[in-house]
């Protein structure tokens, strides 16, 4: 490592200790990770530092991580939550998809393990001037990071109807794609539509049917977020290469929220788990190294116990997936 490990990165953020969040599967992801003393590990998808927390314990006393977030929100409450592991933390503010970059420029790689949670978190989505909830009135927003990019109420203005329509169908798998992607470019035109719940009453007055447990609006607000914060892009360009910064014998966890996300990770392990001669399994009774980039841990995804349902039912559509570099 070039330069010794290099201290936190100080950002101010008036509000950072109102980012609360639960942790999702945080037992099943320290099972899979396996934190270990001497090694170094990036949370790649920060958050408010509660599976980088348990990294950090695992790892003491000498384990480092580097944690990246492009919510500069997040990163004041992980700096304080993660204060007293001194300089055995990094906080970068970036985006999970420039990893490479990133931990190329700390000097890190290759590295021992990546924890990876995808999604928004419940923060952004009950803080109602970032724009995420259909159940709070805020501006149509939308973005991680408030400081660059597109709004959802830019989006919906630049694209026309065949384009919403499609992205509405792509990310938010809504049937109804077409009729609520003309409402809303009607609204548009006529100047309204400034705000979520105004987006959230629209939506159900297009949809005809309604889902048992789920807002008509559900599917509409997961397609915007997906495409304003371009984050399945982001899920493939880490997806890509992040074996690459893995030593051998490391380990990446995966933890996804909706079928889009999960499906890229599975595909992705897959492919990266084929041995052009042996499966796994058979070379290693064999005595013999396979030669595909991983070795799955998780055949199928691992799901919440009914006790996390129980104390945090947002974690009913978390699902997680591992992988070892071979």
């Known amino acids: 490592m070039s330069g010794g490990w290099l201290n936190q990165e100080t950002v101010t953020v008036s509000g950072g200790d109102a980012f609360v969040h639960a942790t999702v599967l945080a037992d099943e992801a320290m099972q899979y990770l396996a934190p270990r003393a001497g090694a170094v590990y990036c949370d790649?998808?920060?958050?408010?530092?509660?599976?980088?927390?348990?990294?950090?314990?695992?790892?003491?006393?000498?384990?480092?991580?580097?944690?990246?977030?492009?919510?500069?929100?997040?990163?004041?409450?992980?700096?304080?939550?993660?204060?007293?592991?001194?300089?055995?933390?990094?906080?970068?503010?970036?985006?999970?998809?420039?990893?490479?970059?990133?931990?190329?420029?700390?000097?890190?790689?290759?590295?021992?393990?990546?924890?990876?949670?995808v999604g928004v978190s419940s923060p952004q989505l009950d803080r109602a001037e970032r724009g995420f909830s259909f159940m709070r009135e805020g501006p149509l927003d939308m973005r991680m990071d408030p400081s660059s990019g597109e709004s959802a109420r830019a989006l919906l203005e630049r694209v026309s109807v065949d384009e919403l329509a499609d992205l509405l169908r792509t990310y938010g798998e809504e049937r109804f794609a077409g009729r609520i992607a003309r409402r809303i470019k009607e609204e548009i035109e006529a100047g309204g539509l400034q705000t979520t719940t105004e987006l959230a009453a629209l939506v159900a007055h297009a949809v005809p049917t309604r889902e048992r447990s789920k807002d008509p609006a559900t599917r509409t607000f997961q397609a915007l977020r997906i495409v304003v914060n371009d984050e399945l892009g982001e899920l493939e360009r880490f997806l890509a290469d992040f074996h690459e910064l893995l030593k051998p014998g490391g380990r990446v966890v995966v933890i996804a929220f909706h079928g889009l996300e999960d499906g890229l990770v599975k595909n992705r392990f897959r492919d990266l788990s084929r041995d052009p001669g042996l499966p796994h399994d058979v070379a290693e009774k064999m005595g013999l190294k396979p030669t595909a980039d991983l070795k799955l841990l998780t055949r199928k995804p691992v799901w919440a116990s009914e006790a996390e349902l129980a104390a945090n039912p947002r974690s009913r559509s978390a699902r997680l997936r591992a992988a070892e570099r071979s």
């Open 44 to 117: 790649a998808t920060l958050g408010g530092g509660g599976h980088a927390q348990r990294i950090l314990e695992a790892s003491a006393p000498d384990g480092r991580l580097v944690g990246i977030d492009r919510d500069l929100t997040a990163l004041a409450a992980a700096r304080t939550r993660l204060e007293r592991f001194g300089d055995r933390v990094t906080l970068v503010h970036g985006r999970f998809g420039d990893a490479r970059k990133i931990l190329g420029g700390l000097g890190v790689v290759p590295i021992d393990g990546f924890m990876l949670d």
